[in-house]
T-cell receptor, first 112, second 112 residues
């Protein structure tokens, strides 16, 4: 089955800890994206990548970091510098801007 | 800066009625517009993608129109069913990287 997987589904962390969210796709897509969703708000872009070893900051990149060492993987690290990390995180991929973006099932991160 | 608005924020209709969901955007320089469905606690499911050169796109009971000059798109869902209950999001692609700018969504409830 082709698709995007995100793990884990739920993640709980203490304040001050870094945490890494996994995103893997087997669609052979070049572009991958990370979005954050907060209640009552639209999704906001954190980081995106068009090719391996290259990525760009989105609208709310502060406190986050990413890597793109393999085409199929785009992990997101939420660092202790992120002031309000509790949110629903969604990963997406596509061929390029002209094609649909496909989304993973999401990871709900709770930091206390 | 591109802003995407979806009105109303919530909508309730009886089963069998047609649904009309609105999306407006402030900058007409878009590459495409995508409609998504989101069930509670889940990722996004792509419904329709309309390229900037297209006026409409259809898939089964769904039809989406695009009027780029006036900055509007409308999603029509014919003969609504309780299974259509979800939040519907629209998003526009505004740059060569495929970055999506989202509206906050319309929450739809179809009552039996």
């Amino acid at each position: 089955d082709g698709g995007i997987t995100q793990s884990p589904k739920y993640l709980f962390r203490k304040e001050g800890q870094n945490v890494t969210l996994s995103c893997e796709q087997n669609l052979n897509h070049d572009a991958m994206y990370w979005y954050r969703q907060d209640p009552g708000q639209g999704l906001r872009l954190i980081y995106y990548s068009q090719i391996v070893n290259d990525f760009q900051k989105g609208d709310i990149a502060e406190g986050y970091s990413v890597s793109r060492e393999k085409k199929e993987s785009f992990p997101l690290t939420v660092t202790s510098a992120q002031k309000n990390p509790t949110a629903f995180y969604l990963c997406a991929s596509s061929w390029d801007r002209s094609y649909e973006q496909y989304f993973g099932p999401g990871t709900r991160l709770t930091v206390t | 800066k591109q802003e995407v608005t979806q009105i109303p924020a919530a909508l309730s209709v009886p089963e069998g009625e047609n649904l009309v969901l609105n999306c407006s955007f402030t900058d007409s320089a878009i590459y495409n517009l995508q409609w998504f469905r989101q069930d509670p606690g889940k990722g996004l499911t792509s419904l329709l993608l309309i390229q900037s050169s297209q006026r409409e796109q259809t898939s089964g009971r769904l039809n989406a129109s695009l009027d780029k000059s006036s900055g509007r798109s409308t999603l029509y869902i014919a003969a609504s069913q309780p299974g259509d209950s979800a939040t519907y999001l629209c998003a526009v692609t505004t740059d060569s990287w495929g970055k999506l700018q989202f509206g906050a969504g319309t929450q739809v409830v179809v009552t039996p």
